[in-house]
């Protein structure tokens, strides 16, 4: 994932100051969501992360959900009656609902809370937002080609 958001970064970087926003805010989110993972180029930590950790990558995770449905998407409009966005943000709204869920569960967790989920939670939602971002990179080239 975090190649991806490298690339989407080379292809499209500079062309709005918006998207560049947005990419570095994904990315920001990536290196969050492997820390709490536990993937590389992080270390499985014994046991859950700390709760602090989980607040801060819940805030990250709802600002860039916010910045995607009233930044990056309300530009591309619904202008065009045949236009990408039309079928493309039906299909983000699944991943929407569960970063929802995801923030609602943990963003304000006690400290001694055994987040017995959280595990299976983080991994179905980094399997959102997997899908997601692949959906937003073709919002995001039709922004770029159609419209900058």
Known sequence: MLVGVQQARQKWGGAH???DNWLAERQQLLV???????????QPTPGLPDAAKIEAFCEILMDYISAGHFEIYTQLGSDEPDGLDKNVLPQIMPSTDTALAFNDKYAEIEPDNL???????LSGLGQQLEE??????????????EHL
């Open 17 to 19: 100051s918006a998207i």
């Open 132 to 145: 997601r971002f692949e959906l937003e990179d073709q919002l995001i080239h039709s922004l770029y080609t």
């Open 32 to 42: 969050m969501y492997c820390e709490l993972a536990g993937l590389p180029p992080y």
């Open 115 to 121: 987040l017995k989920d959280f595990d299976r939670d």
